[in-house]
Structure formats: structure tokens, C-alpha cells
């Protein structure tokens, strides 16, 4: 069975960093294309990044290019999430999600982030 | 950015109705479209992939049609379990983007 599990979320000040994890298990992590998406409260879904099997090719929505990076270490089946300058309007639910053609098959129950004083 | 946007926002519906959803995108983006369900405080369910394909385990009453810039999305006979919010999403540049989701609830 696919399951993918993400951790790291918490609450952080304006400013501040956060780092989220996304730990693969079921499929062959580098074999696939992963991506994090968001959904602030009460709101839509946004995808905010996704990555290359072997990490050479990584994208990222315009309004988190500069503070935030994607990563990924197959050898640990894990993926990563790297936020710098964390603002108000990044605090949304982040999901890892094992991509296919370009699309998101399997998602993460999701972790919260909240961007607060 | 590929701007998308579904209509209708919210749609009331019986059980057993024949339920249509659309998506327009602002520019052609082939058949590179994905229909999402999400049930409150759960993570999405892909349903559709390439516009029309049904992903492995979803029941054959979600149909998805479409190229270009018009997609639908159909449930041919609505369930209980159904009631949900829909989201297209395109694959086809990045950004990737999201409609702003279709909300079906019960009449």
C-alpha cells in the first residue's frame, strides 16, 4: 500500500523557518516525481513545488520562489520542504503527494503550518 | 500563470442526479487536466487524469470529457458519497493551477 506521511508543521513566527518531511513508503520514492501543495484555511488547493526523481529538474509557484526549496534524499525515501521568511499567508494544511504524469496521485494526510505572532 | 475556473461554485443535488462540472482554462492546455475530490478535513482523491482517463479505483460513475480550453467533469448518477468539493487542476505548464473548486451538496 502507497502512503506517504508528512511531519514537521507547527506554529512560527513571521520571519521564521520551518522545515517539512515527507516520508514514502509502498512505491520507489526515486523513481517518481513528488510535489508539496497547500490549502490555507477554508480555502482552495495551491501546489507550491515539485521535484525531479533524481532532483536534477525542480519548480516552484512564483510566490515562494527565493524563501523556499524542495529537496529530496532517495536513499532515505524522504522528501523536504525548506521555508525561509515564512509570512502570514504561507500558513495553510502542506501535503506531500507522489506525482504521475504531472498530476498527484497519492497525498499526505498533511501537516499544518501557522505563521503567527 | 494558466488561469482556471470552474463553474458552477456550489451546486445542490438529489441522490441519483446527473451532475456536470466545468472547467475553462485561459489558454489550450491539450488534454492536460486532473479532477480532485475532497471530502472536509481529508486530502484529495485524484478521480481523472489527461481529461478523460479514470484513475485505478474510482468508480466508473465519474466520467471526465474535454480538450483545449473546455473540460467537464461528470458523475453519471450521484451517491451519498459523493458529496464533496471538486478541483480541476492543469498538468500541462508550471505553475500548475487549480480551479477554485465546485462544491456539491445535498438538496
Known amino acids: 500500500e502507497v502512503q506517504v506521511v508528512e511531519s514537521g508543521g507547527g506554529l512560527v513566527q513571521p520571519g521564521g523557518s520551518l522545515r517539512l518531511s515527507c516520508a514514502g513508503s509502498g512505491f520507489t520514492l526515486s523513481s517518481s516525481w513528488m510535489s508539496w501543495l497547500r490549502q490555507a484555511p477554508g480555502k482552495g488547493l495551491e501546489w507550491v513545488a515539485n521535484?525531479?526523481?533524481?532532483?536534477?529538474?525542480?519548480y516552484y509557484v512564483d510566490s515562494v520562489k527565493g524563501r523556499f526549496t524542495i529537496s529530496r534524499d532517495n536513499a532515505k525515501n524522504s522528501l523536504y520542504l525548506q521555508m525561509n521568511s515564512l509570512r502570514a499567508e504561507d500558513t495553510a494544511i502542506y501535503y506531500c503527494?507522489?506525482?504521475?504524469?504531472?498530476?498527484?496521485?497519492?497525498w499526505g494526510q498533511g501537516t499544518l503550518v501557522t505563521v503567527s505572532s | 500563470d494558466i488561469q482556471m475556473t470552474q463553474s458552477p461554485s456550489t451546486l445542490s443535488a438529489s441522490v441519483g442526479d446527473r451532475v456536470t462540472i466545468t472547467c475553462r482554462a485561459s489558454q489550450s492546455i491539450t488534454t492536460s487536466l486532473a479532477w480532485y475530490q475532497q471530502k472536509p478535513g481529508k486530502a484529495p482523491n485524484v478521480l481523472i487524469y489527461?481529461?478523460?482517463s479514470l484513475q485505478s479505483g474510482v468508480p466508473s460513475r465519474f466520467s471526465g470529457s474535454g480538450s483545449g480550453t473546455e473540460f467537464t467533469l461528470t458523475i453519471s448518477s450521484l451517491q451519498p458519497d459523493d458529496f464533496a468539493t471538486y478541483y480541476c487542476q492543469q498538468h500541462n505548464s508550471y505553475p500548475r493551477t487549480f480551479g477554485q473548486g465546485t462544491k456539491v451538496e445535498i438538496k
Open positions: 521535484i525531479k526523481h533524481d532532483g536534477g529538474e525542480k
Open positions: 503527494a507522489r506525482d504521475g504524469a504531472g498530476y498527484s496521485i497519492d
Open positions: 489527461k481529461a478523460s
